[in-house]
Nanobody, 118 residues
Framework: QVQLVESGGGVVQAGDSLRLSCAAS????????MGWFRQAPGKEREFVAG???????AYAGSVKGRFTISRDNAKNTVYLQMNSLKPEDTAVYYC????????????WGQGTQVTVSS
């Protein structure tokens, strides 16, 4: 099991930037696909971005071109750089890990709140 701890959330204004970090425990980090998800009040959790062990990335259409996911395997950390933030980006952001050969994300962090004011 991988333990994940997110940080970097906060309250910002529209147009600002934030960088979220997710520190992972365990020796399998470099082989895991990592993802960021978010859940806004009254809405279901949704995929934001993912990065494979090989560095391939995927993004939700709503954040493409504004958000960038990256990873530092030496630090067991995955990042989400969020630029040009919009009020609709307001949500709790969760980091998740998907193990090799798993079809879904297996381990989740506790979440970090991002609030974007207009």
């Amino acid at each position: 099991q991988v333990q994940l701890v997110e940080s970097g959330g906060g309250v910002v204004q529209a147009g600002d930037s934030l960088r979220l970090s997710c520190a992972a425990s365990g020796r399998t980090f470099s082989t895991n696909t990592m993802g960021w998800f978010r859940q806004a009040p009254g809405k279901e959790r949704e995929f934001v971005a993912g990065i494979t062990s090989g560095g391939s990335t995927a993004y939700a259409g709503s954040v493409k071109g504004r958000f960038t996911i990256s990873r530092d395997n030496a630090k067991n950390t995955v990042y989400l750089q969020m630029n040009s933030l919009k009020p609709e980006d307001t949500a709790v952001y969760y980091c998740a890990a998907r193990r090799v050969a798993s079809s879904e994300y297996d381990d989740w962090g506790q979440g970090t709140q991002v609030t974007v004011s207009s």
